[in-house]
């Protein structure tokens, strides 16, 4: 039997290795053109690298866990070609048979009682991070109800599925597999399993779990960052009472118009204030001696996703309207729910802002500054509070702001001088929009 051997291929600019997170089809098995083949996760995004060839998995060369490099040989395929072609039809036809002995029958078309050609296996569209979190809780993605673009199944979908809430597709093609049942819903206050495998150390058992690739360069580069650069904090309040007034008054979602955040006008205040104050926008060089200012404004923002934090960036910020920084976010909030980023995504930040307080977090934070940029600010839970205007206490809407910045680039009146910028353009919002 001819075979080919199969390669990591280039996985983005800049990106060498990457950590098997899954091989999706055992050896022996057939495969065809573009199917998926492995999982594969690099330091900033997870991607699943679909096969070159159709054929059947001859041999398998890495295994799951295992970091690999681009260029090297992951697995060796049988070529579809001659007999090796009617061995991937014939392992297809066993697979099918091997599907189908566990399954109801399909129906009858009716036509004289021959049954209907069963129809192609499809593979359910979802993202490898949404696949994983379907196997932890047990689920067979393939019996998921998907609620996205064009049926892809979300993360919320599984999680539906996973407490029993979730529709079940109610016709399954002959040759998918029948869904698990769900696993009974987690009794209230129960305590957590951690992952990770047993162990003991001198005071009792443990759970002892290796760090995902995303985990590790997330360690490396938060332990770098706040090692080499001298972190100054500082933190103050933005009555957002007006700005609040002021986005409600557009056009509501549930319209069928976009949804326009806090967020976004926040991006936009920041925007502006960074060209105002470039040495926000700057990074220190400390092998050349040198600072080296950003003369454009590569906004990233951090999302939490289950993978770790991720900073993908919103580029040339600073010639942005509100509308288009709004739908910029919706772009990356839908990225965030199928977890498709791509390691171009997340590169080219200039400054960064975390916000914490959109998952109910607290009111002050100390953010550090990522590699490569000179600051950082955190946002804390907008909420109202009494507030003294005008010689009166009233009941304002204030969101607490947290900002990190590099003391080797700009010294205290510079912080203060940008951040009055970012509050005045919060509070006065009608300058935002022109």
Do not use: C
């Not at 594969?40 to 679909?50: F, M, N, R």
Request: hydrophobic content about 40%; cysteine-free; charged content about 20%.
């Amino acid at each position: 039997m001819a075979t080919r051997d199969f390669k990591l291929p280039d996985l983005g600019e800049g990106v060498h290795e990457g950590q098997i997170v899954r091989l999706m089809v055992k050896a022996g098995e057939a495969i065809r053109e573009d199917e998926p083949l492995m999982e594969v996760e690099t330091d900033k995004a997870s991607v699943e690298i679909p096969s070159p060839f159709t054929g059947t998995i001859a041999k398998w060369h890495v295994q799951e866990g295992q970091l690999v490099h681009v260029g090297d040989v992951m697995v060796t395929v049988g070529d579809a070609a001659g007999s090796s072609a009617a061995e991937v039809e014939s392992k297809s036809s066993e697979s099918a048979a091997r599907a189908r002995s566990t399954h109801p029958p399909a129906p009858h078309s009716g036509n004289g009682g021959v049954a209907t050609a069963a129809p192609p296996v499809r593979r359910a569209p979802a993202s490898p991070a949404v696949r994983k979190l379907a196997r932890k809780h047990s689920i067979d993605i393939e019996t998921v109800q998907g609620s996205g673009p064009n049926g892809r199944i979300t993360r919320a979908d599984v999680e539906r599925a996973a407490s029993g809430a979730s529709p079940v597709r109610s016709a399954l093609p002959t040759g998918v597999r029948s869904k698990a049942s769900p696993p009974p819903a987690p009794a209230l206050h129960a305590a957590v399993e951690p992952p990770g495998e047993d162990g003991h150390d001198n005071w009792g058992p443990i759970r002892t779990q290796k760090n995902s690739r995303a985990r590790s360069t997330i360690a490396a580069n938060m332990t770098q960052s706040w090692s080499t650069i001298p972190h100054v904090t500082d933190s103050d309040d933005a009555d957002v009472t007006e700005l609040d007034r002021l986005r409600r008054g557009y056009p509501a979602a549930e319209n069928g118009h976009r949804k326009i955040t806090m967020l976004a006008f926040i991006i936009r205040a920041v925007a502006r204030a960074l060209t105002m104050h470039p040495e926000f926008n700057a990074q220190f060089d400390a092998e050349n001696d040198q600072i080296i200012y950003r003369r454009y404004i590569n906004i990233a923002v951090a999302v939490h996703t289950e993978r770790g934090l991720i900073t993908p960036v919103i580029r040339n910020t600073d010639q942005l309207g509100i509308v288009a920084i709004a739908d910029a976010l919706n772009e990356l909030a839908d990225k965030a729910r199928s977890a498709s980023f791509t390691v171009n995504d997340t590169r080219g930040g200039t400054y960064t802002i975390s916000n914490p307080g959109a998952l109910g977090g607290s009111r002050y934070s100390t953010p550090i500054i990522p590699p490569g940029q000179g600051a950082v600010m955190a946002l804390g839970r907008t909420r109202q509070m009494p507030w003294v205007v005008d010689g009166s206490v009233q009941p304002r809407l204030i969101l607490p702001i947290s900002h990190s910045f590099d003391h080797r680039i700009a010294d205290g009146g510079h912080e203060v001088a940008f951040m009055q910028q970012v509050i005045g353009g919060l509070e006065n919002p009608a300058r935002l929009l022109l």
